[in-house]
C-alpha cells in the first residue's frame, strides 16, 4: 500500500517540477523518487500478510518481491533517459510522471484481491503507456503503434471487464477469497464461471503478449520510442504474469482439470509463434518484439503446471528476462543515436552492431551477455531462469510441452547469436561512442547482476 502512496503523491511533485525553465533536475528527481518507494516497499517484509483499503489489496513477500522487480526495473530504465533532458522537443515531466503513475498499476495488479482492483491497475497502467507509445509525435511510426495499441487494447479491456461481469454473476463476489471458496464448495460450478474465466483471461493475455493475442505487439514495439519499448517489455509483462499468478492459484486452482488444457495450447502457440518467427526479423528491435512473445512462453508453461516451484520460478525468471532486456535495449539506444540520425529503421538493424566489440568493447561485452542470458545459456540468469520454469513443468509430468519449449530454446540461441555475430566477427563504420558515466554504470551493473544471479541463483529464488 505504501509503494501506491508515495509514487502517487510523489509523481505529482515531479510533475509541477516540470514549471521550472530548467530539465536538470527532473531526472535525479525521478530517480529518488523510485529509490525511496523501492526502500518502502520492502520495509515490512517480515510481516505477515495484510489487506488494505478495505481488503482489496493484499500484501505478502511474493506481491513486494514482483513490486520490488517493477520498481527496480523502472529506476533502470529512467536512468537510461538522459536525453530527454537534452532534447529540445521532449516533455520529460510529463514523461516520467506518466511512467510513476503507470507503476501505482502495475503494483495493484501485482497486489490486487478484488478484481475492481485488478481493472483499475489494468486501466492505470494501459492508458499511461498508450500515451507513452505515441509520444514521440513527429514519427508516423509512433503514431501509428500507439493507435494500434490503443484500439486493441480497448477491446481486450471490454472482454476482460465483461469476464469478470461473468465471475461476479456465477459467484456473487469479486473477491479473490470469496471465489475461491465458491470453487472449492461447488463440484459444479456454473457454465457462466468457465466463461467468465476464459474472458477474463484473454483479455490478461493480450497485455502479456501471449498468442494468438500478439499480434499488436511487434509493431507497437518497434513504432514507440525505444526507451518506452524497454518499459512495455519489462514492466507491463512482469505485472501482467503477477496478476495472472494470483488469479489462478488463489482462486481457480480447485478447477485446474478445466483450464490447464486452455492454457497448455496458447503456451505451446505463444513458443512457436514467438521464436519462429523471430529468426526471420532483420531489425533487432523487431526480432526483441518476438523475443518477448517467446518468453511469455515460457512464463506461461509455469504457470500451466502450478506446482510449489510455481511462484519462485516465475519471480526469477522475470528478474532475470528484465534486466537482460534492459541491458540489450540500453546498448540499441546508444548504437541507433550514433548511427541513425537520418534513418531509425536502418538505425536498429542487425547490422548497426557491426564492428562493436573493436570499438566499444564495453557495449559489445554488456550486449553479448544480454544475448546470453536471453538465450539462456550457462553463468548466467537466464539458464537458471528456464531451468527453474522447466522443473516446475516437469514435476507436473508436462512432458511434451517440455520438450517443445526446449526445442524452442534451441531456436532462441540462432537469432540471439546473431547481434553478438554482428558485434565481433562483421566489419563496420562504428566509431567510438561516448557513453556518460551514469549511463556507463547503470549497463555494467545490468551486467553484474545477470553474472551474479548466474552464478548464485538460489540467493534470490529462496527469499520468497
Known sequence: MLPIVLLSILGLVVLFLGFQKSKNLLLPATLLVLAIVLVANFLHWNDMPSLYFKNMLFENKFTMAFSGIVIFS???????????????????????????????????????????????????????????????????????????????????????????????????????????????????????LYVGLLMLLIGMLFKVSAAPFHFWTPDVYDGAPTIFTTYMSTIVKTAGFAAIYRLLSGSFSGIYSFWWMTLAVITVLTLLAGNITAVYQTSFKRMMAYSSISHAGYLLLSLTALTNQSQSAIVFYSLAYSIATISAFGVLML??????????????????????????????????VS??????????????????????????????????????????????????????????????????????????????????????????????
Not at 339 to 345: D, F, I, L, N, P
Open 335 to 368: 548504437v541507433a543515436k550514433e548511427t541513425g540520425v537520418h534513418s531509425y529503421e536502418n538505425a536498429e538493424r542487425f547490422e548497426a552492431f557491426n564492428g562493436l566489440g573493436k570499438k566499444n568493447p564495453l557495449l559489445a561485452f554488456v550486449l553479448t
Open 74 to 192: 523502472a529506476f533502470l530504465i529512467v536512468a537510461l533517459t538522459r536525453g530527454f533532458v537534452d532534447d529540445e522537443s521532449a516533455q520529460p515531466a510529463e514523461y516520467y510522471t506518466l511512467m510513476l503513475f503507470s507503476l501505482v498499476g502495475a503494483v495493484m495488479m501485482i497486489g490486487f484481491e478484488n478484481l475492481i482492483m485488478l481493472f483499475v491497475g489494468v486501466e492505470i497502467l494501459s492508458v499511461s503507456m498508450f500515451i507513452l507509445t505515441g509520444s514521440d509525435k513527429k514519427n508516423l511510426r509512433s503514431n501509428e503503434a500507439a493507435l494500434k495499441y490503443f484500439l486493441m487494447g480497448a477491446f481486450a479491456t471490454g472482454i476482460m471487464l465483461f469476464g469478470m461481469a461473468l465471475l461476479y454473476g456465477a459467484t456473487g463476489s469479486f473477491n479473490l477469497t470469496a471465489i475461491k471458496g465458491y470453487v472449492l464448495v461447488n463440484n459444479a460450478p456454473s457454465a457462466m
Open 371 to 464: 544475448m546470453l542470458s536471453l538465450a539462456g545459456i550457462p553463468l548466467t540468469a537466464g539458464f537458471w531462469g528456464k531451468f527453474f520454469v522447466f522443473s516446475s513443468a516437469a514435476d507436473r509430468g508436462l512432458t511434451w510441452m517440455l520438450v517443445i519449449a526446449i526445442l524452442m530454446s534451441t531456436v532462441g540461441i540462432y537469432y540471439y547469436f546473431k547481434a553478438i555475430i554482428a558485434s565481433y566477427m562483421r566489419e563496420g563504420e562504428l566509431s567510438t561512442i561516448k557513453v556518460s558515466p551514469f549511463y556507463r554504470l547503470i549497463l555494467i551493473a545490468t551486467t553484474i547482476i545477470t553474472l551474479v544471479f548466474g552464478l548464485m541463483p538460489d540467493f534470490l529464488k529462496g527469499l520468497v
